[in-house]
Every structure is written in structure tokens, then in C-alpha cells.
């Protein structure tokens, strides 16, 4: 089971990072699927890109920091394996909550300084 909850969050990890790189590269234009999404970021394309590179580079670096912590925890021992499971996926969700609510800050200050 332990296992399972390990290579599932590293997986995920993984897809997070994939999905990140295109934002950071500034290659996905503002749509309907793909992106952050904000009205804020919909309504302007130099809103649109600064904040995608910007969340995306966070993305990678809270996948990366997500993937090393679950690793950590699953060769450390600290965790039972009965709560194992719960706290992975705490340990993918948590981290990956901070690009957001820094995304939102940066777009704010974008905005409030005018470019």
C-alpha cells in the first residue's frame, strides 16, 4: 500500500511538472481548458502570460519539493503505515495550494503597478 501511495504521488508529481513547463515557457495562449484562469488573466494577454510563467515556475518547485518530501517520509519510517496513504495525498495537495495564492498576490501586484 505504501508503495502504491508512493509512486502514485511521484506520478502525479510528475504530471504537474509536464503541465507546468509549457505555462513557464509562455507557449499556451489564454483559452477555455489550460492555464490560470482567473478573470483577472482572461481579460489581458500580458496579465495572461506573466502570471502562467509565474505559477508555473512554483508549480515545478512545489511538485519538486512534494515528490522529495514524499520520498523522504516513505524511506524514513516516521509515518505508520495505516496513515500513510492520508498523509501523501496531504503532501501533494499542500504544497501545490501555495502557487495559487502567490499566483493571485503577483497578478494583484501586476495589476496595481500597471506593468
Known sequence: MMLKALLT???LDAVCIIV???LVLR??????VYGFRVRA???DDFVWYEANAYFG?????????SALLII?????????ESYFLNV?????????LIPVVM??????????SGR
Open 103 to 112: 499566483t493571485f498576490r503577483y497578478i494583484k501586484s501586476i495589476q496595481q
Open 9 to 11: 504521488i511521484l506520478i
Open 57 to 65: 515556475r512554483l508549480f515545478i518547485i512545489s511538485s519538486l519539493v
Open 20 to 22: 507546468a513547463v509549457p
Open 41 to 43: 488573466t482572461l481579460d
Open 72 to 80: 523522504f517520509l516513505y524511506f524514513s519510517g516516521l509515518i505508520p
Open 27 to 32: 507557449k499556451v495562449p489564454r483559452n477555455v
Open 88 to 96: 501523501s495525498i496531504a503532501v501533494l495537495a499542500l504544497p501545490l
